[in-house]
């Protein structure tokens, strides 16, 4: 069997997962990896028997010239890596999601028609013995015409509701305790009504944070706001939280010298 000649663009988890699961495939290799930080190329590289690294993807392509380039860098990325590997004619499979909106994705889906390429977003399921059993049940008409599709995302967004709700309840919603965690959720407990002096909001101000910052972001994806100005949007959120409980403290801490 004739082995296919990846190349790996990004070293984190999700890089590493990927990789891990490359050494499974015997007709795999891993011929190329594509890092900002040359140090953490190499180390990525030896970890899983490759001794090529570039720091620039142009050229990469170039020299390394891979059968496939699998994507896994941060999202607002994502466009500009797949129309460069796309413009060199060669497959790509990016992590999700593949790009940031509408006009992106069809930019991404038009170069590949345009070259005759292969473009994937690594939507793992779809792969899946059952789903494609299931899939070819639908397009036999053994199961009958689906009427309807249900997307399961309630239980994720319960889940990231008492996430928040505990740490209000156990008083760890200070914001200085919560970094490191999604800037998502440290924003709804910062709306929630959290004080910087280690008290915490209530359970009502938080789900009530959760629902606004939710609204927020869902309306910027809709707009096709860019991944980066999502951010940055709930950077703001963050910091004009963050500033008015402070000032709220301060308020009240006066108010009770005098």
């Known amino acids: ?36 930080s040359e140090e953490n190329g190499k180390t990525f590289a030896q970890r899983y028997g490759c001794d090529t690294v570039y720091t620039e993807l142009a050229e990469m392509l170039q020299n390394a010239r891979p059968d496939i380039v699998y994507i896994a860098i941060p999202n607002d990325c994502h466009f500009s890596y797949i129309m460069t590997v796309l413009e060199a004619g060669i497959p790509v499979l990016s992590e999700k999601p593949m790009v940031d909106n509408r006009r992106q994705l069809d930019a991404v889906l038009a170069k590949a028609r345009e070259k005759d390429v292969f473009l994937m977003e690594g939507m793992w399921t779809r792969c899946f013995p059952a789903v494609r059993q299931a899939r070819s049940w639908i397009a036999e008409g053994k199961i009958g015409k689906p009427l309807q599709f249900i997307v399961y995302i309630f239980s994720g967004v319960m889940a990231g509701i008492a996430g928040m709700i505990y740490c209000v309840l156990n008083k760890a919603a200070n914001p200085l305790n919560l970094m490191g965690s999604e800037m998502m959720i440290i924003a709804a407990v910062v709306v929630g009504g959290t004080r910087m002096s280690g008290g915490h909001g209530t359970v009502l101000g938080t789900i009530l944070g959760v629902v606004l910052i939710g609204l927020i972001q869902n309306n910027l994806i809709m707009l096709g706001v860019p991944t980066y100005w999502q951010t940055f949007v709930v950077g703001a959120v963050i910091v004009v939280g963050t500033a008015i409980t402070s000032l709220k403290e301060l308020a009240v801490q006066k108010n009770q010298k005098v």
């Open 1 to 36: 069997m004739k082995e296919t000649r990846w190349a790996i663009v990004g070293t984190g988890y999700i890089a590493n997962e990927f990789a891990k699961g490359m050494q499974e495939a015997a007709a795999a290799e891993l011929v190329a990896v594509v890092s900002r």
